[in-house]
């Protein structure tokens, strides 16, 4: 998986060969049957472990269900920190977000509803949401997700010469996230 990865940083999934993975990892391409049986189980299990972890490291930072802003900030240092530590696996889903594998795609789109599913049942916890139908907190959630995923693009594309550039993503993925939950307060007094 680690040998896929790096040779993915340069290429879709899609133009990956079998081939070229075993030559990486210095075995003969039999060799990686004993392990996935084709090229899209691999793509399916890099995708599974690329959110895995980063799933339950965004769950323990909105375990303090106290303040909105110590969330969105914790969650944020995570987030980039991870990104950081796992830029091929996030070039990777990035890329195949869109990318030309249909069953790969769709793992990627599953695994963000899922991340959304997760959040909006963190989100119930909140003393705030606590009244908030399944609804309005799966709409909220999926913003949230959808301002991390470009959060994510934001901190791959940066150049790596201007951390200027990355703080930039930051604190702009801050800014949002804090609108959100600020809106979401406006949004609610509204509706009732």
Same mark, same amino acid.
């Given at each position: 998986?680690?040998?896929? %990865?790096?040779?993915?940083?340069?290429?879709?999934?899609?133009?990956?060969?079998?081939?070229?993975?075993?030559?990486?990892?210095?075995?003969? &391409?039999?060799?990686?049957?004993?392990?996935?049986?084709?090229?899209?189980?691999?793509?399916?299990? %890099?995708?599974?472990?690329?959110?895995?972890?980063?799933?339950?490291?965004?769950?323990?930072?909105?375990?303090? =269900?106290?303040?909105?802003?110590?969330?969105?900030?914790?969650?944020?240092?995570?987030?980039?920190?991870?990104?950081?530590?796992?830029?091929?696996?996030?070039?990777?889903?990035?890329?195949?977000?869109?990318?030309?594998?249909?069953?790969?795609?769709?793992?990627?789109?599953?695994?963000?509803?899922?991340?959304?599913?997760?959040?909006?049942?963190?989100?119930?916890?909140? &003393?705030?949401?606590?009244?908030?139908?399944?609804?309005?907190?799966?709409?909220?959630?999926?913003?949230?997700?959808?301002?991390?995923?470009?959060?994510?693009?934001?901190?791959?594309?940066? &150049?790596?010469?201007? &951390?200027?550039?990355?703080?930039?993503?930051?604190? =702009?993925?801050?800014?949002?996230?804090?609108?959100?939950?600020?809106?979401?307060?406006?949004?609610?007094?509204?509706? =009732?």
């Amino acid at each position: 998986m680690d040998a896929a %990865l790096r040779l993915l940083e340069s290429k879709g999934f899609s133009s990956l060969s079998l081939r070229e993975v075993t030559r990486e990892v210095g075995v003969v &391409p039999t060799a990686f049957y004993r392990h996935f049986a084709d090229m899209e189980e691999l793509g399916l299990a %890099l995708v599974d472990e690329s959110f895995g972890a980063l799933r339950a490291m965004l769950r323990e930072a909105r375990s303090d =269900t106290r303040q909105f802003e110590h969330v969105i900030r914790g969650s944020v240092e995570i987030l980039v920190r991870y990104v950081h530590a796992n830029r091929p696996q996030f070039l990777f889903l990035v890329r195949e977000r869109f990318g030309g594998v249909a069953g790969i795609r769709h793992a990627v789109r599953s695994e963000i509803r899922l991340f959304s599913s997760e959040l909006a049942t963190d989100l119930s916890r909140f &003393p705030q949401l606590r009244q908030w139908s399944t609804e309005d907190l799966q709409v909220m959630s999926s913003l949230i997700v959808n301002t991390m995923v470009s959060t994510v693009e934001g901190i791959l594309e940066a &150049p790596a010469t201007s &951390p200027e550039a990355e703080a930039d993503v930051i604190h =702009t993925a801050e800014r949002q996230l804090l609108m959100i939950a600020l809106g979401a307060g406006v949004y609610k007094a509204k509706a =009732t």
